[in-house]
């Protein structure tokens, strides 16, 4: 349905009177099933505050205007919340209080040109030839530590600013928002230089919202300092995954703090 047939109920639940394409210039058995037709097309819309809504068994769904629905598409789907969540999720999601005709197929056409969506069907089944594909594009870009191993793609350093030392021995893991829902997707431990290396690997690194948890509670428990932050959380949003993101914690009993390093 487009603008205009829904500016045809708003104006016949207004004020009772049927578009003027039912003109009554047809022969009368004509006019009649045009406009029961009509009446029985538009039966489980109402009006309410001058917003049309349309009824679905218990439930009142606000009619969502063309000039509406991007922004929805956004808010349920590409902002933190949403999470990139996919066709089903995100459908779930928007049907439970909106509604327009040919819901389904728009969002099969907006999450079909979603690119981290379609990453994300690859992962963490992900083929061996676009695996090979992926790490041939960044061979060149992908750094080695000391001892061969390839960094991740997302680093940390967790210094003790108090101690004037790295943290050692602190367990971190780190999260992706999938669907609205924290995914654990890789943990590890602080070296003796308060670094974790190989925390992620590429195939893993896809745009969208991390979290890296920072175990700080068990950390001073092992030192013998009272600390007053149990756990450090970090959210940050990934963009270009051809970049490096180094997300450092500088760490004291009763304050931190963060940036993006380089």
């Known amino acids: 349905m487009d603008e205009q047939g829904y500016g045809e109920i708003v104006c016949f639940l207004t004020t009772k009177q049927f ?8 022969p009368a058995q004509k006019y009649r099933l045009a406009q029961n037709a009509f009446r029985k097309r538009i039966k489980k ?3 309410c505050d001058e917003k049309l809504f349309f009824r679905k068994g218990m439930t009142r769904l606000k009619v969502v205007q063309a000039s509406e629905r991007e922004q929805l598409f956004r808010e349920f ?15 779930k999601k928007i049907s439970q209080r909106y509604y327009w005709r040919g819901l389904m197929s728009y969002l099969k056409f907006k999450v079909k040109q979603c690119q981290v969506c379609q990453n994300r069907e690859l992962w963490p089944n992900m083929n061996l030839a676009l695996k090979e594909q992926r790490q041939g594009k960044r061979k060149t870009s992908v750094k080695k530590t000391a001892g061969g191993k390839a960094n991740s793609p997302l680093t940390t350093h967790v210094l003790d600013t108090a101690r004037g030392s790295p943290a050692a021995n602190l367990r971190i893991e780190a999260y992706y928002i999938m669907a609205g829902q924290w995914k654990k997707i890789a943990e590890g431990q602080t070296n003796s230089d308060g670094r974790c290396p190989g925390l992620l690997t590429t195939d893993q690194f896809l745009p969208g919202v991390y979290k890296l948890y920072f175990d700080t509670g068990s950390y001073f428990t092992a030192n013998d300092i009272k600390g007053f932050y149990p756990f ?21 009993p009763f304050s931190y703090s963060t940036y993006r390093g380089s």
């Open 19 to 26: 578009p003027e394409r039912i003109t009554g210039k047809e």
């Open 45 to 47: 819309y109402e009006l």
């Open 77 to 91: 789907h590409d902002s933190p919340s949403g999470g990139h969540g996919g066709l089903n999720v995100t459908f």
């Open 232 to 252: 450090v959380e970090i959210v940050f949003e990934i963009e270009d995954v051809n970049q490096h993101y180094h997300v450092p914690l500088l760490l004291s």
